[in-house]
């Protein structure tokens, strides 16, 4: 009898240990704590890489590795966006056929304002990014509206990042709109869900795949991500948007990609920005 | 009182996994990897190949009306799992040259290419529900 007490008592402590790990915290709209979040991705690269100062990370996998560090800086000498920025800075001051221009779309003239970027649009009861907001403009002011991925956009918004450098990033997500937690709360979940043939999900390579190789690249922290784009990819051979490279690491699982812009793709911005608050604007960069 | 502590330390360690059978799909993927298709393998007593489901319809007779109804299906999936966020890259070329195939006559290899279209959305829809269901495993707290 005692013996039979004894394998029944195991036999309910398994079923107890695997209730507990499957206990749900912060995934439903109910408990989802994006500062709680913020905290705990932190709390995870200072186990993981210790000694990596915070800030360090919107330098991407050049904070985390040394040797990639090294061949950074000397890029680094002579940025590689450069021109990009100066073109980006002409195209900003041009005016439209209407005499108006950007700065008119945007508050404080678009000078510095990037670190608030993305936010949440109670009005449209979206997520607007920056990109999103540039070719709004341009269309409300009667010109049509620029590619999403390259070009003219991404030369474009890297100037109005540069305008923002220093400063750090003020994601918000207002509590008193369901609507915007649940767009954050969206945003973790595509983040964390495995997709494609390869059954890989953003987290595989950018959270626990940070400095791993595959094959002969090493993934960059997800921490500090968008801190740093537009960016010009030595891939790339130009400078391109965020979403052009969410695009391409959604294609890279063998995915059906969703487009830039699309709503899912914004909400991923918003939440893996908002997981990068605190940290500095430091845009555009150069990758590789 | 030292026993309990053994068994309370050997239960915690225990997985879940390892004090259940092994399931049907458990043992038919395990079959299917280490074999391939057409394998003959026993569960329970009882006999079963290692053929998905899409490769079993794919092997009736080869000839328009099946060669169709294949490619018909698997579109189907597909549309459905490109509804759902999580189409695949490769069922859409399956089934476009399964449509060229059709078109030439080659109704085995058009029943062929849409039994692979068909599994990849197949289990791009599985794909989904487990992420659904256990996206969460993945994110630090």
Same mark, same amino acid.
């Given at each position: 009898?005692?013996?039979?007490?004894?394998?029944?008592?195991?036999?309910?402590?398994?079923?107890?240990?695997?209730?507990?790990?499957?206990?749900?915290?912060?995934?439903?709209?109910?408990?989802?704590?994006?500062?709680?979040?913020?905290?705990?991705?932190?709390?995870?690269?200072?186990?993981?890489?210790?000694?990596?100062?915070?800030?360090?990370?919107?330098?991407?996998?050049?904070?985390?590795?040394?040797?990639?560090?090294?061949?950074?800086?000397?890029?680094?000498?002579?940025?590689?966006?450069?021109?990009?920025?100066?073109?980006?800075?002409?195209?900003?001051?041009?005016?439209?056929?209407?005499?108006?221009?950007?700065?008119?779309?945007?508050?404080?003239?678009?000078?510095?304002?990037?670190?608030?970027?993305?936010?949440?649009?109670?009005?449209?009861?979206?997520?607007?990014?920056?990109?999103?907001?540039?070719?709004?403009?341009?269309?409300?002011?009667?010109?049509?509206?620029?590619?999403?991925?390259?070009?003219?956009?991404?030369?474009?918004?890297?100037?109005?990042?540069?305008?923002?450098?220093?400063?750090?990033?003020?994601?918000?997500?207002?509590?008193?709109?369901?609507?915007?937690?649940?767009?954050?709360?969206?945003?973790?979940?595509?983040?964390?869900?495995?997709?494609?043939?390869?059954?890989?999900? !953003?987290?595989?390579?950018?959270?626990?795949?940070?400095?791993?190789?595959?094959?002969?690249?090493?993934?960059?922290?997800?921490?500090?991500?968008?801190?740093?784009?537009?960016?010009?990819?030595?891939?790339?051979?130009?400078?391109?948007?965020?979403?052009?490279?969410?695009?391409? !690491?959604?294609?890279?699982?063998?995915?059906?990609?969703?487009?830039?812009?699309?709503?899912?793709?914004?909400?991923?911005?918003?939440?893996?920005?908002?997981?990068?608050?605190?940290?500095?604007?430091?845009?555009?960069?150069?990758?590789? | 009182?030292?026993? *309990?502590?053994?068994?309370?330390?050997?239960?915690?360690?225990?997985?879940?996994?390892?004090?259940?059978?092994?399931?049907?799909?458990?043992?038919?993927?395990?079959?299917?990897?280490?074999?391939?298709?057409? #394998?003959?393998?026993?569960?329970?007593?009882?006999?079963?190949?290692?053929? #998905?489901?899409?490769?079993?319809?794919?092997?009736?007779?080869?000839?328009?009306?099946?060669?169709?109804?294949?490619?018909?299906?698997?579109?189907?999936?597909? *549309?459905?799992?490109?509804?759902?966020?999580?189409?695949?890259?490769?069922?859409?070329?399956?089934?476009?040259?399964?449509?060229?195939?059709?078109?030439?006559?080659?109704?085995?290899?058009?029943?062929?290419?849409?039994?692979?279209?068909?599994?990849?959305?197949?289990?791009?829809?599985?794909?989904?529900?487990?992420?659904?269901?256990?996206?969460?495993?993945?994110?630090?707290?």
């Amino acid at each position: 009898m005692k013996t039979i007490r004894k394998i029944l008592l195991g036999a309910g402590l398994v079923i107890l240990s695997q209730t507990g790990l499957s206990a749900e915290s912060g995934f439903t709209l109910e408990t989802v704590d994006p500062e709680a979040d913020r905290l705990a991705l932190q709390n995870y690269y200072q186990q993981r890489f210790p000694g990596v100062p915070l800030e360090d990370y919107v330098n991407g996998i050049y904070a985390i590795d040394p040797e990639s560090r090294k061949q950074w800086d000397a890029l680094m000498e002579f940025p590689p966006y450069e021109f990009d920025l100066e073109e980006g800075e002409e195209l900003f001051n041009t005016p439209f056929a209407n005499g108006k221009g950007y700065a008119d779309c945007f508050d404080n003239g678009g000078i510095g304002i990037r670190q608030k970027y993305p936010y949440w649009n109670r009005e449209e009861g979206t997520v607007k990014t920056l990109e999103q907001e540039i070719n709004e403009c341009r269309v409300n002011n009667g010109e049509a509206p620029l590619p999403w991925k390259k070009g003219d956009i991404a030369k474009i918004s890297a100037y109005m990042a540069f305008t923002s450098r220093g400063q750090p990033f003020e994601i918000d997500i207002p509590n008193d709109d369901p609507r915007a937690l649940q767009a954050y709360l969206d945003g973790k979940k595509f983040f964390y869900a495995k997709r494609g043939q390869l059954n890989l999900s !953003c987290a595989n390579c950018h959270l626990q795949g940070s400095r791993v190789l595959i094959r002969a690249d090493l993934p960059g922290p997800m921490l500090g991500h968008p801190t740093h784009f537009p960016v010009v990819r030595s891939k790339w051979g130009e400078i391109g948007t965020l979403h052009r490279r969410y695009e391409g !690491c959604h294609r890279d699982s063998r995915s059906v990609p969703l487009p830039p812009q699309s709503e899912a793709f914004r909400k991923l911005e918003y939440f893996q920005t908002y997981m990068s608050n605190g940290l500095v604007v430091n845009g555009p960069g150069a990758r590789k | 009182m030292k026993k *309990v502590t053994m068994i309370l330390a050997a239960a915690l360690a225990l997985p879940v996994g390892s004090v259940q059978a092994q399931s049907f799909e458990q043992a038919f993927n395990q079959q299917r990897a280490l074999y391939g298709k057409g #394998h003959t393998f026993t569960y329970e007593n009882k006999t079963y190949k290692t053929d #998905h489901p899409e490769e079993v319809e794919a092997m009736a007779e080869p000839n328009r009306t099946n060669a169709e109804a294949l490619i018909a299906s698997a579109e189907a999936m597909r *549309v459905k799992s490109a509804e759902l966020g999580y189409e695949w890259r490769d069922p859409v070329r399956y089934l476009k040259e399964a449509q060229e195939a059709l078109g030439q006559g080659q109704y085995r290899q058009a029943m062929n290419l849409a039994a692979r279209a068909k599994y990849q959305a197949r289990i791009s829809i599985a794909q989904y529900e487990d992420a659904e269901a256990n996206w969460q495993r993945a994110a630090p707290e």
